[in-house]
């Protein structure tokens, strides 16, 4: 049974530059959640979906966008990049109210 | 509005002995609580949860916590700490009335593990 899976695992982008990030859940699960977790930091919570609508947002900017799918997979968008977006970016999946979230390994973002 | 505070940044055990990781919470409702491990360059595993009922929750690796809601703490203990415990660990505290379910993670107590 695979887990949440996140994609790619690795990237580096310039500043001013827009990335994509990309995360399945696990089977049977049908909400997201993406986190930002800087440097020697704990997760920030960015913003949840469920039904293909956002549900919750952290405090984070409007740069920060993302879509869910009809499968349930998930993308986090950041546009205009900046030296201060570069972290691991988590997602994590649920069934919706049940239990805690599972996590993926994350994609490290290099921002130079 | 709910936060962690985890006291220790770094923490450092004999192989052998006891781990304890303290995390402190403020929630203005009874909180679910969590503990998660992170090893280098992964993501985050559930160590164990605290919803309802028992306050003592026992996880996985020989880790336990217990939940004192006048102390709001919520401390991980393991009684004989193993080379592999040598990770990053975090506790979170979510909302049971918010259908988010948004987390509220600590800073992290890193654990080193000493031969």
């Known amino acids: 049974d695979a887990g949440v899976t996140q994609s790619p695992t690795h990237l580096i982008k310039t500043r001013g530059q827009q990335v994509t990030l990309r995360c399945s859940p696990k089977?049977?699960?049908?909400?997201v959640s993406w986190y930002q977790q800087a440097l020697g930091q704990g997760p920030q919570f960015i913003f949840q979906y469920y039904e293909e609508e956002e549900r919750q947002r952290g405090n984070f900017p409007d740069r920060f966008s993302g879509h869910q799918f009809p499968n349930y997979s998930s993308e986090l968008n950041v546009n205009a990049l900046l030296l201060g977006d570069s972290a691991l970016y988590l997602c994590?999946?649920?069934?919706?109210?049940?239990?805690?979230?599972?996590f993926g390994s994350g994609t490290r973002l290099t921002v130079v | 509005a709910q936060s962690v505070t985890q006291l220790g940044s770094h923490v450092s055990v004999s192989e052998g002995a006891l781990v304890l990781l303290r995390c402190n919470y403020s929630s203005s409702v009874p909180p679910y609580l969590f503990w998660y491990v992170q090893y280098p360059n992964q993501g985050l595993q559930l160590l164990l949860k605290?919803?309802?009922?028992?306050?003592l929750v026992k996880g996985i690796n020989g880790f336990e916590a217990e939940f004192k809601k006048s102390e709001t703490s919520f401390h991980l203990t393991k009684p004989s700490a193993h080379m592999s415990d040598a990770a990053e660990y975090f506790c979170a505290v979510s909302d049971p009335a918010n259908t988010g379910n948004q987390f509220y993670f600590g800073t992290g107590t890193s654990l080193t593990v000493i031969p």
């Open positions: 605290y919803t309802t009922g028992a306050t």
């Open positions: 994590a999946s649920r069934r919706q109210v049940v239990g805690g979230y599972t």
């Open positions: 089977s049977g699960h049908d909400t």
